[in-house]
């Protein structure tokens, strides 16, 4: 009788690589599924029902990639947090799919050509561009296929370069600025013909008209509803100059929108690859948030100059100001609760200096342009005063 021979250690390393081999093709999968679903929210009309079991459906894939990637639940705790919050109390299911299968298709793809840069991998987002092109018959929904591709490279090439936190994200911003720009170019020539200024221009003062005449009218339904007499506001006045100072502040809100997601997707994708306890040892320098000194000193002299260029004359001016200041706000916030916590640790745990660091966030969390303006202040003088200290702790250092 034949005695079998059995060889538990060649048996491992069979069943690792099946292992490896079927997570790589569930990456593959949830990449090409996440590329397609994007286009389709805004092509095809699924029915309420539908789009609610999809939606959630994609966000549960979601989160099982990235934990797939990572290896176990834990570093991705905040992640899953800040998902499940958006489903619960976004309203709806459909913002926290899109939000998810954008974040979650660029990790993946990052991390597959970290892993592996074979032509398989580089042919993937030709499946998604082929199938939103034949259901939509449109450029557009071939850009939106296509929307977490540059992300994903510049992702991949911030990690493999090692680069600090503001570089990655100032990367991965661009990139997604740059197919916000592209879709809305897409969009005005196919509504006017033509890709001009001009035209544009027309789109934005047309958005701005219907917007302004949808908010009137649920302004006016409100008041009915409630019972209260406004008579003595002019509501379609103040709806009017609401608008125009959002639409003025457009371009910052959309950076700072695109800095916000690549916060995110950084933050999310370093603690999915870099899980292990060696791992995040090396991943320490990618982490460091380091404003420039020159962001410190151009946000200073654009708050002043956005407080001084009031008039008509130099509206214009005072406008490109705001957003300067719009844009550089939130990193100096940061820097300033960072320098805050630094300050109030210095002597040892203290329970004022915690309560301190807590009132600053509540603070920042109530949204007052004031607080958020004076908060990111503070952080500029922090990054002054460091880039002081460090001059003449080493004066030598050009």
């Known amino acids: 009788m034949k005695q079998e021979n059995t060889n538990p250690q060649k048996n491992d390393k069979t069943s690792h690589a099946l292992g490896e081999k079927a997570s790589f093709l569930l990456l593959c999968l949830f990449y090409v599924v996440a590329c397609t679903f994007i286009p389709l929210c805004f092509f095809i009309e699924l029915g309420e029902w539908l789009t609610s079991v999809l939606c959630l459906s994609v966000c549960v894939f979601s989160v099982l990639a990235l934990v797939r990637i990572a290896g176990s639940v834990q570093t991705l705790i905040g992640y899953i947090l800040i998902l499940a919050i958006?489903?619960?109390f976004g309203g709806a299911p459909l913002?926290?799919?899109?939000?998810?299968?954008f974040i979650g298709s660029v990790c993946v793809f990052a991390y597959l050509l970290l892993k592996k840069a074979s032509p398989v991998i580089w042919g993937l987002p030709a499946i998604p561009a082929v199938a939103a092109l034949l259901f939509s018959e449109s450029p557009v929904g071939l850009l939106l296929s296509l929307i977490s591709l540059p992300c994903a490279l510049a992702l991949t090439w911030s990690v493999k370069k090692e680069l600090s936190r503001i570089g990655a994200v100032c990367r991965i911003s661009a990139s997604i600025c740059v197919m916000i720009v592209a879709l809305f170019g897409f969009y005005v020539y196919s509504s006017s013909g033509e890709l001009s200024f001009s035209a544009a221009k027309a789109i934005i003062d047309t958005a701005k008209e219907?917007?302004?005449v949808f908010l009137g009218s649920a302004t006016e339904q409100l008041q009915d509803m409630l019972g209260a007499d406004l008579a003595s506001v002019d509501l379609n006045s103040v709806i009017t100059v609401a608008i125009s100072s959002v639409f003025n502040l457009l371009p910052a809100i959309i950076i700072v929108l695109c800095n916000i997601s690549a916060y995110i997707i950084h933050s999310v994708f370093l603690s999915a690859y870099f899980a292990s306890e060696e791992d995040k040892k090396k991943v320490m320098p990618m982490l460091v948030f380091d404003m420039s000194l020159t962001s410190a000193i151009v946000y200073i002299a654009a708050l002043l100059l956005a407080f001084i260029l009031v008039s008509d004359s130099v509206a214009i001016y005072g406008t490109a100001a705001e957003n300067i200041v719009l844009i550089l706000a939130p990193g100096l916030v940061l820097t300033a609760l960072a320098g805050v916590r630094a300050l109030t640790a210095k002597k040892g745990p203290s329970c004022l200096g915690t309560l301190l660091y807590m009132l600053l966030i509540f603070l920042i969390?109530?949204?007052?342009?004031?607080?958020i303006m004076a908060v990111a202040f503070a952080g500029a003088i922090f990054v002054i005063l460091a880039h002081i200290g460090k001059r003449k702790a080493h004066p030598d250092d050009n």
């Open 86 to 88: 958006f489903v619960i």
């Open 95 to 101: 913002p926290a799919a899109l939000f998810s299968a």
């Open 210 to 212: 219907q917007l302004t």
């Open 365 to 371: 969390a109530s949204l007052s342009p004031l607080v």
